[in-house]
């Protein structure tokens, strides 16, 4: 461990705390470790917040061989810390990896990177509503031009204090429905985390807003029927008989963490959640008979966001009342009690990083 030799001040820390927004304030320390043909993992450390060096022919800037993963650090109302599900972000993490030709990560290396960096930075938690973004990343760091994996790897961890990721609290989102542009298709990278699936949504995003939307659905790039994700989330619909549709994992999506959470609490209810395909004229025509009661977004950053209109080149609609449903509420509020240590947990959904005591606090 190098600790940063000159962090913020404890004044400076308070005031970007104040209104952090999503992913613009940085803390004083980074996770990083490299991998290279023959030698494996090595060099794992921590130390300062700093810019990388690459080389111009550096693999990741032309063959965009890079993964990801989003999580989230709480506080508890002890003043311990929480991380919710991070093994789910591990085995998503080397999945990914093992998609892109990438050197997959030993899962408790990964969780310790992770653990290292919370614990150094905890003051960088924010309070009340706010949690700590954990952003761990891999590219391609090789210098070489030759169409082939690389033979040398950095992976890094990142943390960012964030608040919201939509303003305004509980108003509901509106969709745009894009028809001609997808994210991914059959046989792709759908079901990893690698930034070119984002890239490939950013022209349908910038359609979204320009009709006047916060975020675009994407279709099945073969029929251009089948509703998928959105930019950055997965979608849930709820119907007036009780029952729940989520869009399945035919290896075009990507399988979210907090999807496969919410499915699970919502099965413990008892209530029937089908993953099975779901198209966009019958999300217009149960809308518009009142069959469609809710529909919301969910997903790391988001958590539950509810889904209240939709437009597309044949019309808009909206679903229920346009507001939060009971349903969409109630999971919410479920989930994020676990996440943040108020509700009991499933068996191994939440791991806890005591307190560590500041030099001069009492004890």
């Known amino acids: 461990m190098e600790p940063h030799s000159n962090p913020r001040s404890v004044s400076e820390r ?32 921590i130390g300062a917040h700093r810019p990388f060096t690459l080389a111009p022919a550096a693999g990741v800037l032309h063959y965009a061989q890079e993964i990801f993963e989003g999580m989230k650090a709480y506080r508890s109302g002890d003043g311990g810390i929480i991380l919710f599900r991070p093994e789910q972000n591990a ?29 150094i930075d905890q003051e ?28 040398e790897f950095t992976f890094c961890v990142i943390a960012s204090p964030v608040g919201a990721y939509f303003k305004g609290g509980k108003r509901s989102v509106s969709l745009w429905v894009s028809e001609h542009l997808n ?17 490939a949504g950013l022209m349908a995003q910038a359609e979204a807003i320009e009709h006047g939307c916060d975020q675009v659905v994407f279709l099945d790039a073969v029929e251009h029927r089948w509703v998928e994700e959105l930019g950055g989330m997965n979608l849930f619909f709820v119907f007036e008989d009780g029952g729940l549709i989520t869009p399945p994992l035919t290896g075009t999506i990507l399988p979210g963490i907090t999807r496969a959470s919410i499915i699970e609490l919502l099965r413990r209810r008892g209530v029937n959640v089908a993953e099975e395909a779901y198209a966009i004229d019958r999300w217009k025509a149960d809308a518009e008979s009142g069959f469609l009661t809710e529909a919301f977004a969910c ?32 999971i919410k509020a479920e989930l994020v009690g676990i996440q943040r240590g108020l509700f009991e947990a ?12 500041s030099k001069g606090e009492p004890i």
């Not at 304030?25 to 023959?38: C, I, N, P, Y």
């Not at 509503?129 to 169409?147: C, D, H, T, W």
């Not at 539950?304 to 509420?329: C, F, N, Q, R, Y």
């Open 183 to 199: 994210r991914a298709g059959p046989g792709g990278t759908g079901a990893a985390k690698c930034g070119g699936n984002y890239a």
């Open 299 to 330: 997903g790391t950053a988001a958590v539950v966001t509810p889904v209240g209109a939709l437009k597309s080149k044949d019309g808009e609609w909206t679903i229920g009342d346009g507001l939060e449903g009971e349903l969409t509420a109630s």
């Open 14 to 45: 308070e005031q970007l705390l104040i209104d952090p927004g999503f992913g613009k304030v940085f803390t004083d320390h980074m996770a990083t470790a490299l991998w290279s043909e023959g030698r494996g993992w090595h060099s794992a450390t």
């Open 124 to 151: 960088w938690i924010p309070s009340g509503e706010g949690s700590l973004y954990l952003r761990p990343f891999i590219f391609a760091s090789e210098a070489f031009l030759g169409v082939r994996p690389a033979k």
């Open 91 to 119: 085995r998503r993490f080397n999945a990914s990896a093992h998609r892109l030709a990438m050197p997959q990560m030993p899962e408790d290396m990964f969780l310790e990177a992770i653990e290292e960096l919370v614990r």
């Open 346 to 357: 499933p068996d191994s959904w939440v791991r806890h990083i005591p307190k560590t005591i």
